[in-house]
């Protein structure tokens, strides 16, 4: 039996940078940096067993660090970092600095394999298409930071921090089959083409998802086509686990040059969405 086999193994090492960046002016100043390195290793090859193989695999990991500092003008009603409640605040200096850094590091891996088997029988060519498929991807950095002081914003929701790590890694394991047959007879031809995938997503979801089309021809002269297929569509992980999302609002606000006359009552409300019992978005083709 003869054996063709080919492969590939390839690394890359990446890394990128945009420095130090300053915007000043006599209102303004915003300072930021922004790095990303890391790293890819993947592996593809067919193999003539059987039948013809293709495989293929790969595994990267990244660090991603973006920090950014903003002046801000003020005054404005200082909110509290992480508590709800309505209480009574200060106010920020007329010109305050914020600084907000987002550290990233996701890893991901994949791997798929599939098996094609081809064979005729008169009239009839016949297709069998097999494969097996895992993807993994994880962010494991901090998420995004910030310090310095809060302020109010205006009556709009927004989000403190956002934790990546926290977040469950996005899994996918599937397998599919596919059986394609040709048949040609004088000028007719007809095609058929039945298959399904089953897809294990994030460790909750399971999905099954057919599909059919037919097809006949006539020469040149004449073709028509039929087709019916389910798709889906997961939600993402942020959507799942969004964090906390805080509301600020000013109930009372007086400024006086006098700190010791100046007062502001806030409200911080924080509402943590629970939204695990979405389910994954459904299609249909026909």
Known sequence: MKLNWTNTTSLTLNYSGDGEKTEEDKTDYNHSSSTNYGANFSINGSLEFLGHINYSASASISKQDTKSEIMGSGPVPLVSIDSSGTYKTGYSPVSFMTSRRVQGE???LY?????????EAGNFHFDFDTGIEYSYNKNRGKGLITSGDVVSSANLPGSRALNFHEVPASTMLAVY??????????KWMYKARLGGRYDYMNKRYNLFSPRLSTAIKYNKEFEIHAAYGISYKAPSMLTLYPGPVYYDGTNMSHFNNNPLESMAIVTTEIYEPENDHLKPSKGKTL
């Open 177 to 186: 089959h596919e059986f394609n047959t040709v048949y040609i007879q004088n």
């Open 111 to 119: 791997a798929r394999t599939e098996a094609t088997q081809s064979l």
């Open 106 to 108: 996701p890893v991901n």
